[in-house]
């Protein structure tokens, strides 16, 4: 437990802007982007990897327990203290010094602070962004610690493919500093430590730095809403999408009717782009992009996706109902508001799930099919990201639902859905939001013995304090 | 040490085909590909994973030291016994029965004893590819154990990128099966323990099974020869390509004058592209590639490039002194014929190094200006991957040079020029060719302590007993 005596020698080690122990100022740090509300018995924030390092190692020495915290934009409460008021936040918020940029090397070393907006506004002039793309916020250490893969994963890949080093303070008593920096593409000296601090919530460590890889920026784009003939022409549409246009196809989202129907609902804005208003039962958005400048005598990238989606219309398959060619904006605007519409819908029940791309319709068709059964007057609001397999399978319960008045209701639906999508799919329960007090018990019961041991065992080869909200033991 | 009873128990395990004492059948198991022959006191040739569970955890229960083998083209001496007789070779060699295609995931289970060029012979038909372009044909499993890269490491990354799942042996009592065997792209559920084993040169388990990422078989190509104004123009001539070119660019691969002449001196089918047979200081090789087959109203290929390379030539940067666009067959086959080339102008020393892009010219300017005044009558011919660091930097040695008298100069030039790549340049001594016995000396020399403990405890925590050729505690 923390104490005066404590909260004086990190202020000795982190001056008085590097520690917070306000209730009042602690409250963004103690609540979570989704869930919950815990509680910090204090705030730290330090600037640089220094004070990161002499701040966890007087935590460690004195068994205070941390919390590494980044834009705590995460979903599954894996960056906010617990109830307990004993747990300190450690927040990566001040860590926004370093921005040292190799156009050359087309990759970056920053603080792990900064904000992925703030990060892709400072490198827009060298025509360069980091290429994961996502509806939060995040900062960059955040997005380590979740491995995160967003709406572009079909062409850049997960923050894992984009990191080419580390910089990671360990919870031990010296605070050790490990330095993964490395600039290099291509280097296989060893273990690649990075990989085990990439995607397990700090639990071994807290990122300080990172090397990004980077991107050239899409300088052409078009967007189109496709309608499958039918579910099972999802798969198909996909496919005839990547035999015909390769490398250009950056994006291939699903989304439901009551999904969008939320969105339209609840986001006045946005314009119903389906004739008559009618929303479809199931809508692709795809998108192709190019980084390179329209040329002469090259085909517009319009174009090019209107001859495309003809061709596919006239195959045997015919996967293809309908399409309709938008500008990039609108055509984002709406994807970008499903989460915010889905919420105002009713209580949220929101699962991040992965599957094999062929099991991704077949296990949402088995959902609509037994969960009116199952659990009757709950409504499925999925969408995600078929060309990678992800979808985030949304629940929702009216408001006046006598369901929510059941204290078990959530934990039964919850453990009933993941254990059809991992047991009988082979899915995952967290494809791209990592681990967290949330999903903590799906880990404890899918995780094999064997692996818990190994990590129980890495965990103490690195990181022994009291670090992070899970546990893998 | 193996004894006969062992010997008997061992084949009881495996099978008549499964176990090789001949001293002559071994020498092939025994024989590096480039450097070394040692001696096996036998070969062990399980045919399932079970299989080599069984041998594996018989083998640790008997003290018995164990070097896994896949392909046994390795460079580095990382999958051949040592001198003492008394390790026994694992090898891949007869994993090769499951092979599970899922053309709607683009992925495929393989036993890791496939040939890469039997994976993609296979797969052609499904015009998929598992897109590591090597000059070898390694094994699948040899290819995770090194984390190759190749050739088109630009467009398609490393095997890290592309492999989503593995089935591996560890080397414990019990010859333990973890099952990482996920066909998901996106699985953040704890550590992501595949990553341990990739790169690692077998130290840590042996892989059986893999399931890989695959990509489709491209259908446009254009190749050139790309002579830059200058070595200072090379990594210019990169960014212009890029710019303009984007995820078209399939490799950039870099040719020194001598590397050339070695190719053209010792391959009699090879044809001098170059105007009056006059080979450039350095040519560059660039391929773009398009996955779809040519459409209606879509410029071709070869017209892309042309236009783009006009366009770079009249550019204020200049980065471009000639260029000659050839079929992509004959472009190849010189590239292809640089390391047969090399080694039979002298003793080859060679190096796999990598480098921020920005440091690949300048360190090889370094080593010609300095090596001759260094070490006289060598020969300097790289080549490598420009487009993402990697250089084979091969110095030869005339056969008669007195030097070769030294016993101690391949090791002092060895030393030599590895300080200054990872001293001053922050370069890596391993690119893509992972650890062996050949570079063991220079992981002990450059691993931070710190690190070497945590991976002598995470091979006491996977593989207690003995495995590998490369001690990485």
Request: with cysteine.
């Amino acid at each position: 437990m923390i104490d005066e005596h404590h909260i004086d020698a990190l202020e000795k080690l982190l001056g008085d802007k590097g520690i917070v122990t306000g209730r009042e100022d602690m409250e963004a740090y103690e609540t979570g982007a989704r869930y919950d509300r815990g509680r910090a018995a204090a705030v730290l924030r330090p600037a640089t990897t220094e004070e990161a390092s002499a701040a966890v190692g007087y935590c460690v020495r004195n068994g205070i327990a941390l919390v590494p915290q980044a834009g705590n934009t995460g979903l599954v409460s894996g960056s906010t203290p617990d109830g307990s008021g004993e747990e300190v936040v450690l927040s990566l918020d001040r860590l926004t010094r370093r921005f040292a940029l190799d156009p050359d090397n087309r990759s970056v070393r920053v603080d792990a602070g900064f904000r992925l907006s703030e990060l892709n506004r400072r490198l827009e002039e060298y025509e360069l962004f980091f290429p994961i793309d996502l509806g939060a916020d995040p900062r960059i250490g955040g997005m380590v610690a979740t491995n995160t893969g967003g709406s572009r994963f079909l062409k850049y890949g997960d923050v894992r493919r984009n990191i080419l080093g580390l910089k990671v303070v360990l919870a031990d008593e010296a605070g050790t500093v490990l330095d993964l920096h490395s600039d290099l593409r291509k280097n296989n000296t060893g273990v690649d430590w990075k990989q085990i601090f990439i995607g397990t919530s700090g639990a071994f460590g807290i990122v300080t730095e990172c090397v990004l890889n980077l991107e050239r920026l899409p300088k052409q784009t078009a967007t189109a809403f496709l309608v499958p003939a039918s579910g099972a022409h999802v798969l198909p549409l996909l496919k005839a999408m990547e035999e015909r246009l390769g490398a250009y196809l950056s994006a291939f989202e699903g989304m439901s009717k009551n999904a969008i129907a939320g969105a339209l609902a609840h986001v006045p804005s946005l314009k119903n782009p389906f004739p008559g208003g009618n929303v479809p039962e199931y809508v692709i958005l795809a998108e192709i992009s190019r980084s390179w400048a329209p040329r002469d005598g090259e085909q517009p990238l319009d174009a090019v996706l209107e001859s495309v989606l003809a061709e596919i219309w006239e195959t045997e398959e015919a996967p293809l109902a309908d399409a309709l060619v938008g500008p990039p904006h609108e055509v984002w605007a709406l994807r970008h508001a499903l989460s915010e519409g889905v919420k105002h819908l009713g209580k949220l029940i929101a699962f991040d799930l992965s599957f094999r791309r062929g099991d991704i319709m077949t296990f949402c068709d088995h959902m609509k099919a037994e969960m009116p059964q199952k659990f009757p007057a709950v409504t499925i609001c999925d969408f995600g990201h078929i060309g990678d397999g992800g979808v985030h399978f949304n629940v929702v319960v009216a408001k006046d639902s006598p369901l929510l008045a059941d204290a078990a209701f959530e934990q039964h639906l919850r453990e009933w859905v993941v254990a059809i999508a991992v047991e009988q799919y082979h899915g995952s329960f967290s494809a791209e939001h990592a681990l967290g007090r949330r999903n903590q018990a799906f880990y404890d019961f899918y995780t094999p013995e064997k692996l818990k041991n190994i990590a129980a065992g890495l965990k103490t080869l690195t990181s022994p304090g009291k670090l992070g909200s899970v546990r893998f033991g």
